[in-house]
Nanobody, 126 residues
Framework: QVQLVESGGELVQAGGSLRLSCAAS????????MGWFRQAPGKERAFVAA????????DYADSVKGRFTISRDNAKNTVYLQMNSLKPEDTAVYYC???????????????????WGQGTQVTVSS
């Protein structure tokens, strides 16, 4: 089992940058598929980015491709989400999640993930 704690969310102006961190304890992040999701008020939780266990291949939602980067630091047991060129529509609570294995479930769906952090608020002002 793994425990996840997100940090780094704050209020930022449009065009700015933030780096979110997801610190894991209990097991190493490299043993899981790790993902970032976000949820805006009144909307469903949406996929942002994922990084595969071991090999570390990555995927992004079309809405963030070219602006966001997911990475993993095995020594610090932490996953990051670097967010550049932020837009007001990026405003949401951002969640880190870990999957034991996708087992035929699409990786961009929340139910593919077994463990979740508490979330961190990102607000982008126009």
């Amino acid at each position: 089992q793994v425990q996840l704690v997100e940090s780094g969310g704050e209020l930022v102006q449009a065009g700015g940058s933030l780096r979110l961190s997801c610190a894991a304890s209990g097991r190493t992040v490299s043993s899981y598929h790790m993902g970032w999701f976000r949820q805006a008020p009144g909307k469903e939780r949406a996929f942002v980015a994922a990084i595969r266990q071991s090999v570390g291949s990555v995927d992004y939602a079309d809405s963030v491709k070219g602006r966001f980067t997911i990475s993993r630091d095995n020594a610090k047991n932490t996953v990051y989400l670097q967010m550049n060129s932020l837009k007001p529509e990026d405003t949401a609570v951002y969640y880190c999640a870990a999957s034991e294995g996708y087992s035929g479930v699409y990786f961009w769906t929340p139910r593919a993930y077994d463990y979740w952090g508490q979330g961190t608020q990102v607000t982008v002002s126009s």
